[in-house]
């Protein structure tokens, strides 16, 4: 199991938000550089980036910051980025920048097309990010849902050929509320590809029962304010996930 600290970017600062509200941020560091040697020294595998003020803006904003982290943790683990990235020519931009994978969210929902169109340009750095409440996807950084049916839709984009799904339940996200294993293991047993989870993380009981689902295709979470706030310490936690793991 992959766990994956969360580095969201607004104005250039390291923050969270309490369930996407761009007005309820808290900053954690005035450098996302320093941040990202940080989770690296902690034994990060993989980092995952948002572009938070990108995605509000439907175009990049942070990318700066972004390159800094990127330079800053060279070649030693991948980095997965969303956030306003809306056309082919970002896309591109940001693999040229050394990102590992670009995430998709919104415009995939609103535009399968450009989702089809960058699998295809881009094959084997494209992930989907699903974002549900009550098993329905949300857009425009949560304020909208829509009447998709999550599992459906994350079927479709599989024929694509995306890397990957990264789930959020977005009535959990930022709350430390405990993460919705079952709707993600609901999601990971209707696709062939990776899941990673995301979205409530609170604890290491939280990382023990997304071990437990493992086998179903739960290859990750992503961990957010847990780690900024010190619920969850973790390099214990990513330790824990090896032992179980073994």
Not at 81 to 98: A, M
Not at 118 to 131: E, K, N, R, T, W
Request: proline share 3%.
């Amino acid at each position: 199991m992959l766990l994956i600290p969360a580095i969201d970017l607004k104005d250039g600062h390291c923050v969270r938000l309490k369930q996407g509200e761009m007005d309820d941020a808290t900053v954690f560091s005035d450098d996302p550089a320093a941040m990202a040697r940080h989770w690296l020294a902690q034994g990060a595998r993989r980092l995952h980036l948002v572009d938070l003020n990108g995605a509000f803006a439907g175009k990049p904003v942070n990318e700066e910051a972004i390159k800094m982290i990127v330079e800053a943790v060279g070649d030693d683990i991948p980095v997965q980025l969303g956030g306003g990235i809306r056309d082919l020519d970002t896309i591109e931009r940001y693999l040229d920048d050394g990102i590992s994978y670009v995430i998709i969210g919104t415009a995939a929902v609103k535009n399968p097309g450009f989702l089809q169109d960058a699998c295809s340009a881009f094959p084997g750095h494209i992930i989907v990010g699903l974002d549900a409440k009550d098993g329905k996807v949300a857009v425009d950084g949560w304020s909208k849902l829509t009447g998709h049916d999550v599992v459906d839709l994350a079927q479709k984009f599989e024929d694509y050929g995306v890397e990957g799904v990264i789930y959020t339940d977005i009535g959990r996200d930022g709350m430390l509320s405990g993460v919705n294993v079952e709707a993600t293991v609901r999601l990971a047993q209707a696709l062939h590809i990776p899941v990673i989870a995301s979205g409530g993380i609170a604890s290491v009981t939280d990382i023990e029962a997304l071990c437990a689902v493992e086998s179903e295709g739960v290859v990750g979470a992503i961990t957010g304010r847990a780690i900024y706030e010190g619920t969850l310490d973790f390099r214990a936690a990513q330790a824990r996930a090896d032992e179980l793991a073994d």
